[in-house]
Structures are given as structure tokens and as C-alpha cells.
């Protein structure tokens, strides 16, 4: 499963992509796989009162990958509770981000998986 970034003609990155480049409004046409880089902790919080079917404590956090100079920031789980600000992450392949059975809506109907973020040392 890839972890795609999105690039517009004029090479403006971000993620999520979008249909139309939010900085300049061309069309997104080239995806970058951020599944193999690493990033940086910019913040991070831990929910203990998490929502249905969602692991407790749930510690998330904001990271920054930098790609080919451009910074592109993304939020997400994190493996472990031990995290800082400056940590080194890089994404790592969750089969089920959510028990599937617990949400409101139909398991069918949902993605349930998706990538967290495993500090590197």
C-alpha cells in the first residue's frame, strides 16, 4: 500500500492531494510515496478518551517529511507512547487503524487500514 503525496505541474507538493493544486491551482498529476522516507515529530498529544473502537491511549502526531525541499506534513497514530517533539518517524504499514466492528458505520463501508508513524531509533 503506498503513502502518497501529490505534485502539481509547478511542483508544489502536499498531502492529502487534492484535485486542484491548493497553491497554484493546476491539476495534481504525479504522486510521491512518502511509505519509504522518514520524518520529523513537529507535535504530538495523546487522547485518552478515544472514539469507538479506537486503541486507548491513542497517541497521534504531526510530522514533516521533507520532499525534495518542500515540506509536506502529515497527521497519524504513532506506534508508541513514547514520542517527542524532533523524533525521527517513519511510516509503518497498520492492517486495522480501528477495530472495524465498534464504529456506527457498516465495516463494509470503511477503509480500516492505513499507516502510523514508528520512531526510528
Known amino acids: 500500500m503506498s503513502f502518497d503525496a501529490h505534485r502539481c505541474p509547478n511542483g508544489h507538493v502536499t498531502y492529502p492531494g487534492h484535485t486542484l493544486c491548493p ?3 493546476e491539476k495534481q498529476t504525479e504522486t510521491i510515496d512518502l511509505a519509504d522516507r522518514t520524518a ?7 487522547s485518552m478518551a478515544t ?3 479506537v486503541r486507548e491511549p491513542n ?7 521533507d520532499v525534495d525541499g518542500q515540506s509536506v ?11 517527542e517533539t524532533g523524533d525521527d518517524v517513519e ?3 497498520a492492517e486495522e487503524l480501528r477495530e472495524p466492528g465498534e464504529g456506527i458505520k457498516e465495516p463494509e463501508s470503511q477503509d480500516w487500514d492505513g499507516y502510523r ?3 526510528t531509533q
Open 59 to 65: 497517541t497521534l502526531a504531526i510530522v514533516e517529511f
Open 117 to 119: 508513524f514508528q520512531p
Open 40 to 46: 520529523e515529530v513537529v507535535t504530538w498529544t495523546t
Open 91 to 93: 511510516p509503518v504499514y
Open 51 to 53: 472514539p469507538p473502537g
Open 73 to 83: 506534513r502529515a497527521i497519524g497514530q504513532v506506534t508508541t507512547d513514547d514520542v
Open 23 to 25: 497553491e497554484c491551482g
